[in-house]
Nanobody
Framework: VQLQASGGGLVQPGGSLRLSCAASGFTLDYYNIGWFRQAPGKEREFVAGISWSGFGTYYADSVKGRFTISRDNAENMMYLQMNNLKPEDTAVYSC????????????????????WGQGTQVTVSS
């Protein structure tokens, strides 16, 4: 069972990046998925989540309107489109999958997730 995140890099403020996360060894179909990030010296924080059905999407206030989470169950992939990036978005971004009854509270809790990918570094700087 593995989640492999990719797509990070260095981007200027106002730029965009698309993070991808590939699942292997299990199917994402019945898992809620989430993206979290951790900046140096800070705790890991929730960024975005999407329910297993795809009908529920959840965002941190700090990224709402700029980031979009999506999933492609046929490809066993999840994505995070990040637009209008800001220096404060700089962090290591990790993907996660969890089998739980999704709601606005639980999707934001790292402990609700069963599987985690390694992080991908996103640096927003001029």
């Amino acid at each position: 069972v593995q989640l492999q995140a990719s797509g990070g890099g260095l981007v200027q403020p106002g730029g965009s990046l698309r993070l991808s996360c590939a699942a292997s060894g299990f199917t994402l179909d019945y898992y809620n998925i989430g993206w979290f990030r951790q900046a140096p010296g800070k705790e890991r924080e929730f960024v975005a989540g999407i329910s297993w059905s795809g009908f529920g999407t959840y965002y941190a206030d700090s990224v709402k309107g700029r980031f979009t989470i999506s999933r492609d169950n046929a490809e066993n992939m999840m994505y995070l489109q990040m637009n209008n990036l800001k220096p404060e978005d700089t962090a290591v971004y990790s993907c996660a999958a969890g089998a739980f009854q999704p709601n606005d509270i639980l999707v934001r809790k790292p402990g609700a997730y069963d599987y985690w990918g390694q992080g991908t570094q996103v640096t927003v700087s001029s």
